[in-house]
């Protein structure tokens, strides 16, 4: 069974600091505590509105990871500019609204095929590996792939719903749609992540699906933190992901 690895998304360390101004709390120091805990990497997402993370918080976390940087962006000449500058590890290409409080669902690249060929191109220019954030459907990984991106990121988040709501049909219906999403996306050669939602009530059956390669999980990690510290939370996140991927009961 292959490994897991965990990314760790700081962007509300990010929103707490910017709530009162000032530097603190700080989300590179963030990063290198979920580095302590467990995290394989670290993800960060740079909005138009800069409503969390900085451009600064960007060029920091790129000087002292020593872990892969994953830079959340939409698909604007702005970040695209930025992204080239900046040259992080890899990219994900989100959608992004100003008036919605995080992401909501994925990105249209069936919808928007044509308009996401020259980015994805420029970014793969860069040395920057792409990656897509989409809903699990199979037509979306067959897309995915002939865009040339090597990565897609399944939206968790209906899933995530659902176990909130504790309606089993639902829960049900969902994980079966990241299961074929991920089969799919795996058989035909993509890189399979997910991410948004997840937490520790919800992350064991999406871990234990074994093309998943990378969880994305942030908001939940900061949470938590409040009450047992960030090196402690994702050390906990990286147990129940571990656990999940071996077969382990909880």
Do not use: Q, W
Request: proline share 5%.
């Amino acid at each position: 069974m292959k490994s897991l690895r965990l990314g760790v998304n700081v962007d509300h360390v990010a929103t707490v600091r910017n709530a009162r101004g000032g530097i603190h709390p700080d989300p590179v120091l963030a990063a290198h505590l979920s580095v302590r805990g467990g995290a394989d990497g670290i993800t960060a997402h740079l909005r138009e509105d800069r409503r969390h993370i900085r451009d600064e918080d960007i060029a920091r976390l790129k000087a002292e990871l020593a872990v892969p940087l994953n830079f959340e962006m939409a698909v604007t000449e702005e970040m695209l500019a930025i992204a080239e500058r900046t040259r992080p590890h890899a990219a994900c290409l989100v959608p992004e609204k100003r008036e919605e409080r995080t992401t909501e669902g994925g990105l249209d690249i069936v919808g928007n095929r044509e308009r996401l060929v020259e980015p994805i191109a420029r970014l793969k220019a860069a040395g920057i590996r792409v990656s897509l954030f989409v809903e699990p459907e199979l037509d979306v990984m067959d897309t995915a792939m002939a865009l040339g991106a090597p990565v897609v990121e399944l939206h968790t988040g209906t899933y995530c719903e659902a176990v909130a709501h504790g309606d089993p049909a639902a829960i049900a219906h969902e994980l079966a749609r990241i299961r074929r999403a991920a089969s799919h996306g795996a058989l035909i050669g993509l890189e399979i992540h997910a991410g948004h939602g997840l937490n520790l009530e919800n992350v064991r059956p999406v871990a234990a699906l074994p093309e998943i390669a990378e969880l994305n999980i942030g908001h939940f990690l900061i949470g938590e933190a409040i009450f047992v510290g960030l090196e402690n939370a994702v050390k906990a996140m990286r147990a129940a992901m571990d656990e999940a991927r071996a077969g382990r009961p909880t």
